[in-house]
């Protein structure tokens, strides 16, 4: 059976809200239809990639999707409101649009940079008028806003998806590294965003309060798990906060240097600089990254 509570159930109401024929939504996620409709009566698990791409393409979010509720607790950090979408309702007429137009502002500011992506340029990219995307839009600034809300939930379903079923401390801290390494492809993206919405705060103090709610779920998460590793007694008893302040500076730090190139710098290099730091200063001596 399903495995996961009332999951199936859930993916069941949101396909009835999209109004979409079950092999188009199978489409969407990238699944087979067969998977699917096992899935949907509860004989075969989503995995957690199916579970974060059903998340996106309907707009809720896996903790809804897994324990009936946004602000159910589970093993990494809530976002607050302020960060999370103003996107309409998954039963809306409207939302798909919204949805397309947000999805390829994202994109587009990863790839050229926020300064260089014109609203003209999104209407374009969208086959739609600049009118429609101020529609849902109304300066580029809301768009930019947007991106950070998109990048804290992909962040946040990714996590709830992939450490649920994580019950050590270490363990899940290590995965946490790695859903936080920037990768090619989605992780490289969402690491291009945040380093525009970085240079944007430092320059714009309206912004930085959506910038610091939005980095501050992150740093809960860091701590919430180091705190539990402290519990389980696979941690050195090092002040959690401290111990975040450094995991997470050496982490934005390592990060910077591979998006802008520096020589030498990679994301494996990345990973071992991340794993010696979590295993001299964080874990216990007896902890190895099994």
Not at 21 to 31: K, M, T
Not at 55 to 75: P, R
Not at 163 to 182: F, W
């Amino acid at each position: 059976m399903d495995g996961n509570g009332e999951v199936h159930e859930r993916v069941r109401q949101v396909l009835t809200a999209l109004s979409q024929p079950q092999r188009e939504f199978a489409a969407a996620i990238g699944i087979d239809e067969t998977k699917l409709s096992k899935s949907l009566a509860g004989k075969r698990r989503f995995s957690p990639q199916e579970l974060v791409r059903i998340a996106e393409h309907s707009g809720v979010m896996v903790n809804w999707l897994l324990n009936g509720s946004d602000d159910a607790t589970t093993v990494t950090a809530l976002p607050v409101p302020a960060t999370r979408s103003t996107g309409m309702p998954i039963d809306s007429k409207h939302s798909e649009p919204r949805k397309r137009i947000l999805e390829t502002a994202w994109e587009l500011i990863a790839e050229r940079g926020f300064h260089k992506v014109r609203i003209s340029d999104i209407a374009t990219a969208c086959h739609t008028s600049n009118a429609k995307i101020h529609y849902y839009f109304p300066t580029k600034e809301d768009v930019l806003h947007e991106a950070l809300r998109r990048n804290v939930k992909l962040a946040f379903d990714r996590q709830v998806a992939e450490l649920h079923t994580i019950d050590d401390a270490y363990q899940r801290l290590l995965r946490l590294v790695e859903l936080q390494l920037p990768t090619d492809g989605l992780l490289r993206a969402e690491w291009s965003v945040w380093l525009q919405v970085w240079n944007e705060s430092a320059l714009n103090p309206d912004l930085r309060a959506l910038y610091w709610d939005s980095y501050n779920r992150w740093y809960r998460t860091i701590a919430m798990t180091i705190r539990t590793g402290q519990e389980q007694d696979v941690f050195r008893p090092w002040d959690p906060d401290r111990a975040t302040a450094a995991l997470t500076a050496l982490i934005d730090g390592l990060g910077i240097q591979v998006l802008t190139g520096k020589p030498g710098s990679s994301v494996d290099a990345m990973r071992e600089h991340l794993h010696e730091f979590i295993a001299h200063n964080i874990a216990k001596e007896q902890q190895t990254d099994g």
